[in-house]
């Protein structure tokens, strides 16, 4: 087994810190309690032990490959996509109207770490097709939800997402695509597309490209974008394939990582014009496809957790394998397998601190996203969303940033065997560094966390979520266990040092841009720091208790040792990023360009 | 040009920070003064331009094969090592009796970080060669020095170091390699070693491999490890080549990165014994081992800042090409050459910072390692032989982790294109990775730290580098710019954060060996740190004296800034990192085995 599913710390998180229990009294909900996510994620976890995750060494040897317009995925992957599709994994929060079996974010969370610790490749399938499905949703008339949607929701049909031209990377206002309204409503797609993930494959029937392009005549930026749904094959009135579209793709990537998945560079419109449906109202399109890359880069963060899962096991598994030299205390008189090594056991604690604290976080603001959505009291919905928004960048910046840090140690546990292909750690390493690239960079996700979701309301969101760390602290004060004052140490001074840096970033947004924005990314990591330290901290008050009640001790004690790991050797970081952010703006601001 | 070498910042620092006028006053260096290393520089920059750097993308596509015994390496690489060996390169710093340049350590530090950022995996043959050479030199008899040294340093041929087996990684006591003494005392070679750098290749006349191995009946563990001289081709009284010797390549490796470097597994002795040459006496071949190790450890810590280096130049030409998004401060209407984004800008100033801090770093150590052989007073060698061996871990393990970082950083200024093979940001992120494992990891690194270079004496080097750190600390007060008063707290705190932890280190080594070296590692990165901090603070001084005289202004408040930058982003980590280590101890001690 190269996988092996992190059911029963899941369960933890969901059941003890991310608050399971109330997410199944919202209304729509009332099946999803604790019973049936532990059903639904033993069923997922066999399918991804089992089928998916011995595919993911195979798409790296054999990734991929385009010949003449056409693109064959490695072998199996076809099939399993069948099988992922057929037991219903590509619509498990989707809506039971369209096909899907309506379950929380939270759950879903679980079930789409999983398939990314099995294998990111394949992955990034039903990942981009969800965001297709959460954009019909959000802005599709009525009759393109019915064409489209079901096929999608059951895994016959995969979704893409069409946003960067060669000119246009994170600068989405530079977008030249353009779409000729004609006569019957439809219109023409013109223009080339690059970075598509599964842009073009075997694995489904049909791929409903969502496209963003300017209709003639439309204003200059991003206020001039609209968003189109462009199939590979037309779809007839009964849900038949007509004609193909003219969507073509021209070539694929040769990428460090994720060799597996095709990254599409397509081109519209060659031979005459790619029929195109508008999505909403026209020159909205940036606004809808938000929608999806809100989603998509909650997915892409927890992408990272699940490589850095997976690198852990791995590294856990050779770390117990291999003997070499004997232990520092003396305690054995022969070579000893390098885990009993304190600096082995310390690598392998900070890749499992890393893991459990970025998923503590992203399940916390799963579990707020479905209070957001299915809350019955406005107000409390309203809290939820905007806490949920504070963390997407986070979730997304925080946790692939770490992930490189984490996939490396993989690969340094393992010494030389790390660096030799067939061993596979190195694998793991090398798909990581896409992570903190794509749905937008960890500057862009700062800019967001700066712009959007600091600077706007005044830090009043980060100040309030900082209050509910103040209790958490009291709670923790209130314990007589060494772990837990040490964790409420580190966690005082984390939420002291994030204050001082939101402080600034609030302050100066308007002022001093330059200042704001050269700390901007060490705003990020700090604040990621903090919020996955605090969800470990409240995760040690939930295993002193259920250690207090006698349940599973061994994996409570160690719950609570990984708290305390992160807490000195992790979340002690945050006073020195914060001076980074408060004085080291004249480090950048004063570097002449030329000088570089 | 895809490498321009850092010629005036190397100069600078070997004129104001690491005293070349002093090195140039010790016997035998009287020639080696500023215009010397100047006119040095210049030509080695120039070849590594223009013959060596263009081929390190060659090799990366079409890197070393192997067919039937045969290693047979990148095109131009075979004409490109001829080059280097007609220029001279080989034996920069070998003595002149053997046919070397007979030149100071510091001027050989700048002709090696040359040719390890033109290209790291050509770069190994000299490196290993050089190792070589220092094995002979410090214990080789009179007559295998006549027969092996010239043309190794001409570089007609090169040298390899056989450490490691299959059961012999980090710890050389379970070397398993025998050697069976001839009555012509000659000895027979039995045995398979493993990562063997350019053990089989085709760029030279003859292979001499160092081999440590077991003469028949010698004491268990490293006390009974001899090291033998091992030429792939038999070497006749006159210097000619005879037979071939029984140690073949039976495979090369498929690795991550410097693929263009061919990795051997050489089997000795299966077909009647290789023949071999014991180098000093019998058994004490770890000790001659270890001369050569801390000379490759010295330019592997090189290797990081060369990589370094070049990531850093390849994204700044990106960040100046490539046009994206307008600048957060309004100061342009248009988009903008990235480098001009406030993140973008920090990337580069961290690359920067660390790969100036290193190299100020190593430069330094070579100095003291010129005085350490050279300096006519007893008290002097010893002193500066004490600093030396307290920064080797320091330069290879700190350089080595950071180049992971600047070369990660790297490919995320490129966004996108970073991932794309082709571009070749790639590549120096993949290559990076192997150097903070070979030539001991960095654990390895971290023991030798806390053991013999901390715990021994009970702390009183780091002490005393401390008390040097302190005269800086005194020197910027002093003065009155920002940047000094900046630099100055900075490095306060980070000499005080190392004065707490190397104190906990010392007295804990005894008693409490798990909770001191589950710190270890974080103790040579805060050491690390403090070092190039310091030298950085020292380059702040030497810059602002050169400012005030009106000398390169530009450069010199580049250096200014450069030094902030590292205070203010890096140093500033320091008081964490001392935390990690004084209180850290118990969320590694306490993880039970079994929960991993």
Redesign the interface.
């Known amino acids: 087994m190269t996988y092996l599913a992190p059911v029963k710390d899941m369960l933890f998180v969901m059941n003890h810190v991310a608050g399971l229990e109330a997410v199944a009294t919202l209304p729509g909900f009332e099946d999803a309690g604790p019973d049936t996510a532990a059903a639904v994620l033993d069923e997922c976890a066999k399918l991804n032990q089992d089928v998916i995750a011995p595919l993911n060494w195979e798409g790296d040897k054999a990734p991929s490959s385009f010949k003449d317009g056409v693109v064959t995925t490695t072998a199996g992957f076809k099939e399993a996509f069948k099988q992922y599709g057929a037991g219903g994994w590509q619509g498990v929060h989707h809506p039971v109207d369209f096909g899907g079996q309506g379950l929380p974010k939270l759950i879903h969370a679980a079930c789409i770490e999983m398939v990314n610790s099995a294998n990111m490749s394949f992955a990034l399938c039903p990942l981009l097709t969800d965001g297709a499905i959460e954009a019909l949703l959000t802005a599709g008339s009525d009759e393109l939800k019915a064409r489209y949607l079901a096929p999608m929701v059951e895994g016959r049909w995969t979704g893409t997402m069409n946003l960067?031209e060669p000119?246009a990377?994170?600068?989405l206002s530079?977008v030249r695509s353009r779409a000729e309204p004609q006569p019957d409503g439809t219109y023409k797609l013109f223009g080339t597309k690059?970075?598509i993930t599964y842009g073009e494959h075997d694995m489904a029937e049909n791929i409903v490209h969502l496209v963003l392009a300017r209709v003639t005549g439309a204003p200059e930026g991003v206020k001039g974008i609209s968003l189109f749904v462009c199939p590979k094959y037309m779809v007839n009135a009964d849900g038949s394939l007509g004609a193909r579209n003219d969507v073509h793709c021209v070539s694929i990537?040769?990428?460090?990582?994720i060799k597996a998945s095709p990254t599409a560079v397509l081109q519209y419109g060659d031979h005459g014009g790619a029929i195109g449906y508008l999505v909403g109202q026209e020159n909205r399109g940036l606004e809808y496809m938000f929608v999806m890359m809100n989603a998509a880069r909650f997915a892409v963060g927890q992408q990272g957790i699940a490589v850095s899962e997976r690198a852990y096991q791995k590294a856990?598994q050779y770390?117990?394998d291999r003997?070499?030299?004997r232990p520092?205390?003396?305690s054995l008189n022969t070579?000893a397998p390098i885990?009993?090594?304190?600096?082995?056991?310390?690598m392998?604690?900070t890749m499992?601190?890393y893991t459990e604290g970025c998923r503590a976080m992203a399940f916390v603001a799963a579990a707020a996203l479905d209070a957001a959505h299915a809350h019955p009291d406005a107000a409390v919905r309203k809290q939820n969303q905007a806490f949920y928004e504070f963390m997407v960048p986070l979730v997304k910046g925080y946790s692939t940033e770490v992930s490189?840090e984490v996939t490396?140690l993989g690969?340094?546990v393992h010494?030389?065997m790390?660096?030799?292909?067939?061993t596979g750690a190195?694998q793991h390493?090398?798909d990581a560094?896409?992570l903190?690239?794509?749905e937008g960079?960890?500057?862009i996700q700062?800019n967001d966390l700066v712009g959007r979701k600091t600077a706007r309301d005044g830090g009043a969101t980060v100040r309030a979520i900082c209050e509910q760390i103040q209790d958490t602290e009291a709670q923790l004060a209130a314990r007589s266990s060494?772990?837990a004052k040490?964790v409420g140490k580190r966690l005082a001074a984390g939420r002291q040092a994030l204050l001082d840096a939101a402080a600034f970033i609030a302050s100066g947004a308007k002022g001093s841009?330059?200042?704001v924005?050269?700390?901007?990314?060490?705003y990020l990591m700090l604040a990621g720091n903090v919020m996955a330290g605090w969800q470990l901290a409240r995760s040690l008050i939930a295993a002193e208790d259920q250690l207090a009640a006698g349940n599973e001790p061994?994996?409570m004690?160690?719950k609570i040792?990984?708290a305390?790991?992160?807490?000195?050797?992790i979340l002690?970081?945050?006073?020195?990023?914060r001076?980074?952010i408060v004085?080291?703006a004249?480090?950048?601001?004063?570097?002449?360009?030329?000088?570089?």
Chains 1, 2 share one sequence.
């Not at 790390?418 to 067939?422: L, P």
């Not at 002690?572 to 990023?577: D, E, L, R, T």
């Open positions: 960067t000119q990377g994170s600068d530079m690059i970075y990537e040769h990428k460090m990582g856990v770390a117990r003997v070499q030299s520092v205390d003396g070579a885990i009993h090594h304190p600096d082995v056991k310390r392998l604690m499992r601190a490189l490396s690969v340094q010494g030389g790390g660096f030799i292909e067939e190195a390493y090398r560094k896409i903190t690239i794509y960079t960890t500057a700062a060494d772990a040490a841009p330059n200042a924005f050269a700390g901007s990314v060490p061994d994996f004690r160690a040792t990984t305390r790991f992160y807490a000195d050797h002690s970081k945050a006073p020195g990023v001076d980074s004085d080291g004249a480090g950048v601001t004063e570097m002449a360009l030329d000088a570089f």
